[in-house]
């Protein structure tokens, strides 16, 4: 009679545990479209509660079924490419920290879902508002060492004043003599030309034109001339020269020798005076090879800039963002400038299958899954981080329906065994009668 009751118990619990898998089934199917979403599976333990002895000895009986665990399957999923440069996905360990409420207080939230945007303050936040964590960046460029909420407050990037123009051409040995420089008749004295753009202190362009003039074997005499309506005393059209000094080459046309003043002082007006060095080559009488940069070598139709560049640029607006594998966020502004704004911060943990779910497809740290790992993407066992693009959901949709079936037939077939241990109970109450 016990061994009759303690069956409908046993199949109750399988009716539970069945239900249970059911639960754990439909909760992943619904979430097939959920984005960075981990599938869960149930694992199941069998229980022992009864001891039989009999003459060979002791026995045990099963009574039935409990929930071990539920666990999370923390495997990668497959990539969906958006567009967005503030969509985020992970190949590899890690979850993107969040800092938003979750069980009653506001605390730090681990997540695989990477589906980020500005908010009205410029912080980078996820779709229920939850701010990102990570480094932001100073008017410079340098990261911060403290972990914060990600805030983009830089929409303009502001000027810097050109200080450093490097010029390298490449100065015919037959063109003729030309010098002295005569502003006002540059085509007769002097044989190259090019122009550079510098920038002074407000971001107004200028536009600098430098002249080269042979003046002698070997040896050439550089000038500056500027519009005299952007200098200080100046006039508008009245060309004004600010000397750049004399380049010397030896005979296998090598810089020998860059007598330059250094630095160039430029008056700019309603500006700050703009001082720009330049730079014409690795002279050799400075500790050069005269062979990177300038040089004076024949067989070319005339003599030309090789390479110009310099280091000033105007007031920028910011134009775009992107987000490289290291989780740097860089603005791209309007002036061509690139600068770094920020860093998305990832966790790890030990063990994350033992993390604490709190809805929307956010966890929090338990005692067994560790303490969080914070760092940078692609360091310490964390994966790579990628741009424009979300993590899908783990759920496998044939699987699923294969495990539904199970537990349904399991579900059935515990309902059989508590039907038979009634049917029997029903034939001993007959002998009563």
């Known amino acids: 009679m016990a061994g009759l009751l303690g069956s409908l118990y046993t199949g109750n619990t399988g009716l539970h545990a069945s239900s249970t898998g059911i639960s754990v089934v439909g909760d992943n199917i619904a979430n097939a479209n959920t ?21 060979t000895g002791t026995n045990q009986i099963g009574r039935g079924v409990t929930l071990q665990r539920i666990e999370k399957m923390f495997t990668q999923g497959s990539f969906q490419n958006t567009g967005v440069p503030t969509d985020l996905a992970i190949s590899g360990d890690g979850f993107f920290v969040l800092n938003g409420t979750a069980e009653g207080r506001t605390q730090n939230l681990f997540t695989r879902n990477g589906a980020f945007r500005f908010d009205d303050e410029g912080y980078l936040v996820n779709q229920a508002g939850y701010r990102v964590q990570g480094f932001n960046a100073d008017g410079t460029g340098e990261l911060s060492a403290i972990m914060e909420d990600i805030r983009v407050q830089r929409t303009h990037l502001e000027p810097n004043p050109t200080s450093q123009v490097e010029l390298f051409a490449n100065l015919r040995p037959d063109d003729p003599v030309t010098g002295p420089f005569d ?33 002698a074997p070997n040896t050439w005499e550089m000038n500056a001339v500027v519009d005299g309506g952007e200098l200080v005393g100046g006039v508008a059209g009245d060309p004004q020269v600010l000397p750049l000094g004399v380049l010397t080459f030896n005979d296998q046309g090598q810089l020998l020798d860059e007598n330059v003043p250094d630095p160039v002082a430029f008056d700019w007006l309603g500006a700050a005076q703009g001082q720009i060095s330049f730079d014409f080559g690795d002279a050799i009488n400075d500790g050069g090879t005269g062979r990177e940069g300038s040089s004076q070598w024949n067989r070319v139709t005339e003599s030309i800039a090789n390479f110009v560049s310099q280091d000033g640029f105007g007031t920028g607006e910011l134009d775009g963002i992107a987000v490289d594998d290291q989780g740097l966020i860089s603005g791209g502004f309007t002036n061509g400038r690139t600068q770094v704004l920020g860093r998305v911060v990832l966790a790890r943990f030990e063990d994350p299958t033992e993390l604490g779910v709190v809805g929307g497809n956010n966890f929090i740290e338990s005692a067994s899954s560790g303490q969080p790992l914070y760092g940078t993407a692609r360091s310490g066992g964390r994966g790579a981080i990628i741009s424009s693009a979300l993590e899908l959901s783990t759920v496998e949709l044939s699987d699923q329906f294969i495990d539904l079936i199970a537990y349904q037939r399991a579900f059935q077939a515990n309902s059989k065994t508590i039907q038979t241990a009634d049917g029997l109970l029903q034939e001993v109450f007959q002998l009563l009668r």
């Open 35 to 55: 984005t960075g979403f981990k599938v869960s599976r149930a694992h199941f333990e069998d229980l022992i509660s009864e001891f039989v002895v009999g003459t």
């Open 183 to 215: 502003p006002n008749d540059p085509d007769n004295t002097s044989s190259f030309r090019t122009t550079v753009v510098a920038y002074d202190s407000l971001g107004n362009p200028h536009e600098v034109t430098v002249f080269g003039s042979r003046t």
